[in-house]
């Protein structure tokens, strides 16, 4: 059974950083796209960052230029460095990853951590 699992979450101040890792187990990451998600209390789950198997990244405009998204296919894992945390950043995120050429047959959620950002 595939797994994705999220860690590195927790409470940041605003300004602070934090690092998410998000490891795959039972699947070959290098053929997906992977994104990571976010959804905070009564909001939309929201694309936050994505990086297609090809290395071409995406970022949602509200966290252009703070956050990071790599993959190391080596050891089937895929990051989120977050800066400059603001409170509005708080959210359970999550790791998702599609395969390349068959999305809709290849498709998988972790199961979330949760990021707070307060003082």
């Known amino acids: 059974q595939v797994q994705l699992v999220e860690s590195g979450g927790g409470l940041v101040q605003p300004a602070g950083s934090l690092r998410l890792s998000c490891a795959a187990s039972?699947?070959?990451?290098?053929?997906?796209?992977m994104s990571w998600y976010r959804q905070a209390p009564g909001k939309q789950r929201e694309l936050v960052a994505a990086v297609t198997s090809g290395g071409i990244k995406n970022y949602v405009d509200s966290v252009k230029g703070r956050f990071t998204i790599s993959r190391d296919n080596t050891k089937n894992t895929v990051y989120l460095q977050m800066n400059s945390l603001k409170p509005e950043d708080t959210a359970v995120y999550y790791c998702?990853?599609?395969?390349?050429?068959?999305?809709?047959?290849?498709?998988?959620w972790g199961q979330g951590t949760q990021v707070t950002v307060s003082s």
């Open positions: 039972r699947v070959d990451i290098s053929l997906y796209d």
């Open positions: 998702n990853g599609r395969h390349s050429r068959y999305p809709t047959l290849f498709h998988f």
